[in-house]
Nanobody, 118 residues
Protein backbone atom coordinates (compact mmCIF):
# COMPACT_ATOMS: atom_id res chain seq x y z
CA UNK A 1 0.00 0.00 0.00
CA UNK A 2 1.42 3.35 -1.06
CA UNK A 3 1.39 6.13 1.51
CA UNK A 4 2.63 9.70 1.34
CA UNK A 5 2.39 11.38 4.72
CA UNK A 6 2.99 15.12 4.94
CA UNK A 7 3.87 17.01 8.09
CA UNK A 8 5.26 20.35 9.18
CA UNK A 9 2.46 22.71 8.26
CA UNK A 10 1.12 25.34 10.60
CA UNK A 11 0.64 29.04 11.26
CA UNK A 12 3.57 31.36 10.64
CA UNK A 13 3.99 35.11 10.47
CA UNK A 14 4.90 36.84 7.20
CA UNK A 15 8.64 36.59 6.64
CA UNK A 16 8.86 33.38 8.62
CA UNK A 17 9.92 29.88 7.62
CA UNK A 18 8.51 26.38 7.65
CA UNK A 19 9.84 23.03 6.54
CA UNK A 20 7.39 20.49 5.20
CA UNK A 21 8.19 16.78 5.11
CA UNK A 22 6.65 13.97 3.11
CA UNK A 23 7.47 10.41 4.11
CA UNK A 24 6.86 7.83 1.38
CA UNK A 25 6.21 4.13 1.88
CA UNK A 26 5.13 1.34 -0.44
CA UNK A 27 7.15 2.65 -3.40
CA UNK A 28 10.71 2.30 -4.65
CA UNK A 29 11.61 5.88 -3.86
CA UNK A 30 14.43 6.13 -6.39
CA UNK A 31 12.01 5.40 -9.22
CA UNK A 32 9.86 8.45 -8.56
CA UNK A 33 10.03 12.14 -9.27
CA UNK A 34 8.71 14.03 -6.27
CA UNK A 35 6.71 17.24 -6.32
CA UNK A 36 4.99 19.66 -3.99
CA UNK A 37 1.73 21.29 -5.03
CA UNK A 38 -0.48 23.75 -3.23
CA UNK A 39 -4.12 24.73 -3.42
CA UNK A 40 -5.56 27.90 -1.97
CA UNK A 41 -9.31 28.32 -1.39
CA UNK A 42 -11.10 28.97 -4.66
CA UNK A 43 -7.97 28.42 -6.73
CA UNK A 44 -6.58 25.61 -8.85
CA UNK A 45 -3.90 23.33 -7.53
CA UNK A 46 -0.48 24.61 -8.62
CA UNK A 47 2.96 23.06 -8.78
CA UNK A 48 5.46 24.75 -6.46
CA UNK A 49 8.49 22.45 -6.60
CA UNK A 50 9.82 19.45 -8.51
CA UNK A 51 12.84 17.24 -7.86
CA UNK A 52 14.18 14.50 -10.10
CA UNK A 53 14.45 10.92 -8.90
CA UNK A 54 18.16 11.30 -8.27
CA UNK A 55 17.78 14.67 -6.62
CA UNK A 56 20.02 16.49 -9.08
CA UNK A 57 17.43 18.55 -10.93
CA UNK A 58 14.91 20.88 -9.34
CA UNK A 59 12.36 23.29 -10.76
CA UNK A 60 10.23 26.07 -9.29
CA UNK A 61 7.72 28.58 -10.61
CA UNK A 62 8.67 32.23 -10.40
CA UNK A 63 6.25 32.77 -7.52
CA UNK A 64 8.43 30.76 -5.11
CA UNK A 65 11.86 30.73 -6.80
CA UNK A 66 14.55 31.86 -4.41
CA UNK A 67 12.33 31.30 -1.37
CA UNK A 68 11.44 27.59 -1.53
CA UNK A 69 13.87 24.68 -1.73
CA UNK A 70 12.94 21.08 -2.40
CA UNK A 71 15.23 18.24 -1.36
CA UNK A 72 15.05 14.49 -0.84
CA UNK A 73 16.67 11.96 1.46
CA UNK A 74 16.78 8.52 -0.12
CA UNK A 75 17.81 6.87 3.16
CA UNK A 76 14.59 8.09 4.77
CA UNK A 77 12.34 7.95 1.68
CA UNK A 78 11.42 11.53 2.47
CA UNK A 79 11.09 14.72 0.47
CA UNK A 80 11.26 18.14 2.04
CA UNK A 81 10.12 21.64 1.18
CA UNK A 82 11.98 24.41 2.95
CA UNK A 83 9.92 27.59 2.73
CA UNK A 84 11.52 30.92 3.65
CA UNK A 85 10.34 34.52 3.48
CA UNK A 86 6.76 33.35 3.57
CA UNK A 87 4.01 35.65 2.34
CA UNK A 88 0.26 35.66 3.03
CA UNK A 89 -0.29 34.52 -0.56
CA UNK A 90 1.59 31.30 0.26
CA UNK A 91 -1.37 30.28 2.42
CA UNK A 92 -2.73 27.00 1.05
CA UNK A 93 -2.95 23.29 1.58
CA UNK A 94 0.33 21.77 0.45
CA UNK A 95 0.32 18.32 -1.14
CA UNK A 96 3.11 15.86 -1.79
CA UNK A 97 3.05 14.01 -5.12
CA UNK A 98 5.06 11.04 -6.38
CA UNK A 99 5.30 10.29 -10.12
CA UNK A 100 6.91 7.13 -11.40
CA UNK A 101 9.59 7.90 -13.97
CA UNK A 102 8.42 5.04 -16.17
CA UNK A 103 4.73 4.39 -16.58
CA UNK A 104 3.49 7.57 -14.95
CA UNK A 105 1.85 6.03 -11.89
CA UNK A 106 1.28 8.82 -9.41
CA UNK A 107 0.21 9.19 -5.79
CA UNK A 108 -0.88 12.02 -3.52
CA UNK A 109 -0.55 12.74 0.14
CA UNK A 110 -3.43 13.98 2.27
CA UNK A 111 -2.14 17.55 2.43
CA UNK A 112 -0.93 19.84 5.18
CA UNK A 113 -2.24 23.34 5.88
CA UNK A 114 0.12 26.30 5.75
CA UNK A 115 -1.24 29.63 6.96
CA UNK A 116 0.82 32.81 6.73
CA UNK A 117 -0.73 35.55 8.78
CA UNK A 118 0.13 38.13 11.40
Amino acid sequence: QVQLVESGGGLVQPGGSLRLSCAASGIIFSMYFMRWYRQAPGKQRELVAHISNGGVNTNYPDSVKGRFTISRDSAKNTVYLQMNSLKPEDTAIYYCNAIKIVGGDHYWGQGTQVTVSS
